[in-house]
């Protein structure tokens, strides 16, 4: 079945203390992004990738690492959690943007994400 | 520089009666437009796009929207509504000209929460 995953699905941290969360597509695509959503703001952007190899920052990248080694992979990275990291997060892959048949995002699960 | 505004934060309807949830984008390229739902507690579930082939959109639950460049709209809308369509709707847009800032990138609304009452 063709989805985007991500892992953990519900996570309660501390300050400061390192974490990961993975995401991976099966669709071979080639675009893949990170976003976070907070009640009234809808989603926002924290980084894309327009492949291997080539990450970007979006509107809200500060606290915020990412890394793109393989196709399939995209990983958001709270190298020290805030409090206002708290969120809930989604990951998302396009084949390409820039051809209409192809510029749907696929959306993973979601993220729940505390921070205390 | 890419925007999208929902005109309603809330929207209640009767079920069977009509929805219409409005939005309004700007972008500097020519734009794709979306709309997503996102059922309670759930992740984000494509229910229409436009491309350039059609400006009226038919989508999945007998939801459609109409590109009106004119106006700049891009609103959502169904002859009759069913409790199972509560959930919040988001308008999205989304820059295709290679080579631009926001290519790529989705811009959201804020999003309409959709109520429907017996």
């Known amino acids: 079945e063709a989805q985007v995953t991500q892992n953990p699905r519900y996570l309660i941290t501390v300050t400061g203390k390192k974490l990961t969360v993975t995401c991976s597509q099966n669709?071979?695509?080639?675009?893949m992004s990170w976003y976070r959503q907070d009640p009234g703001l809808g989603l926002r952007q924290i980084y894309y990738?327009?492949?291997?190899?080539?990450?970007d920052k979006g509107d809200v990248p500060e606290g915020y690492k990412v890394s793109r080694k393989e196709k399939r992979n995209f990983p958001l990275i709270l190298e020290s959690p805030s409090p206002n990291q708290t969120s809930l997060y989604f990951c998302?892959?396009?084949?390409?943007?820039?051809?209409?048949?192809?510029?749907?995002?696929?959306f993973g699960p979601g993220t729940r994400l505390t921070v205390l | 520089a890419q925007s999208v505004t929902q005109l309603d934060s809330h929207v209640s309807v009767s079920e069977g009666t009509p929805v219409l949830l409005r939005c309004n984008y700007s972008s500097s390229y020519s734009p794709s437009l979306f709309w997503y739902v996102q059922h309670p507690n759930k992740g984000l579930q494509l229910l229409l796009k436009?491309?350039?082939?059609?400006?009226l959109v038919k989508g999945i639950n007998g939801f459609e929207a109409e590109f009106k460049k004119s106006e700049t709209s891009f609103h959502l809308t169904k002859p009759s509504a069913h409790m199972s369509d509560a959930a919040e709707y988001f308008c999205v847009v989304s820059d295709r000209e290679a080579g631009g800032t926001s290519y790529g990138k989705l811009t959201f609304g804020q999003g309409t929460i959709l109520t429907v009452h017996p």
């Open positions: 998302a892959s396009s084949l390409n943007p820039g051809v209409e048949e192809y510029n749907e995002q696929f």
């Open positions: 669709m071979n695509h080639e675009y």
């Open positions: 436009y491309t350039s082939a059609a400006t």
């Open positions: 990738s327009m492949n291997v190899e080539v990450t």
